[in-house]
T-cell receptor, first 112, second 113 residues
Framework: DAGITQSPRHKVTETGTPVTLRCHQT?????MYWYRQDPGHGLRLIHY???????DKGEVSDGYSVSRSKTEDFLLTLESATSSQTSVYFCAIRGDSEMRQFFGPGTRLTVL | DAKTTQPTSMDCAEGRAANLPCNHSTISGNEYVYWYRQIHSQGPQYIIH?????ETNEMASLIITEDRKSSTLILPHATLRDTAVYYC??????????????WGAGTKLIIKP
């Protein structure tokens, strides 16, 4: 399995507070992705990165920002969390010549 | 919106072949079909992908129709551990080697003893 971890694994926070989720990889892969998954649905892409300091928006990027200052870490920030951002967040990585994405274990975020 | 259509759920007996259908009638000529599965809220796991030809690996086989408008994932000898949600995904082409996966709701496959 690809070396990919997410932290924290679970978080409960209050509306209006900032939250940062971390994705860490040991594979030196170029591409990293943040998805969210809501009950009964597939994954939706929030942001992705195609290199250090190179990021772009996905289909549900409003309310989220990302940063990638080094290859191994991709941070997802909710500047002011809302209840609609309660979800499970998955990080994924992919190598340059890879056709498949490898997923982390997920972070369950609850915004009260 | 997702570009694929899958049944919401399916059952299969343990030890039998599980055949999961997927419709992707608007697929473009350079778009791949991917299959992932997700076991009980874990991170999704890659199964297989294909463009035109049928593909087989240690996990499954992928049969793509000649017109590419549909495909079938085959798990040859299903076990209880294959119970999961299976996602059929069309890979949207992007610049260079970048691309995005557009996920639907998937098929809940239940393997019964």
């Amino acid at each position: 399995d690809a070396g990919i971890t997410q932290s924290p694994r679970h978080k409960v926070t209050e509306t209006g507070t900032p939250v940062t989720l971390r994705c860490h990889q040991t594979e030196n892969h170029r591409y990293m992705y943040w998805y969210r998954q809501d009950p009964g649905h597939g994954l939706r892409l929030i942001h992705y990165s195609y290199g250090v300091k190179d990021t772009d928006k996905g289909e549900v990027s409003d309310g989220y920002s990302v940063s990638r200052s080094k290859t191994e870490d991709f941070l997802l920030t909710l500047e002011s969390a809302t209840s609609s951002q309660t979800s499970v967040y998955f990080c994924a990585i992919r190598g340059d010549s890879e056709m498949r994405q490898f997923f982390g274990p997920g972070t369950r975020l609850t915004v009260l | 919106d997702a570009k694929t259509t899958q049944p919401t759920s399916m059952d299969c007996a343990e030890g039998r072949a599980a055949n999961l259908p997927c419709n992707h009638s608007t697929i473009s000529g350079n778009e791949y079909v991917y299959w992932y599965r997700q076991i009980h809220s874990q991170g999704p796991q890659y199964i297989i992908h294909g463009l035109k030809n049928n593909e087989t690996n240690e996990m499954a086989s992928l049969i793509i129709t000649e017109d590419r408008k549909s495909s079938t994932l085959i798990l040859p000898h299903a076990t209880l551990r294959d119970t999961a949600v299976y996602y059929c995904i069309v890979r949207v082409a992007g610049e260079d080697s970048n691309y995005q996966l557009i996920w639907g709701a998937g098929t809940k496959l239940i393997i019964k003893p």
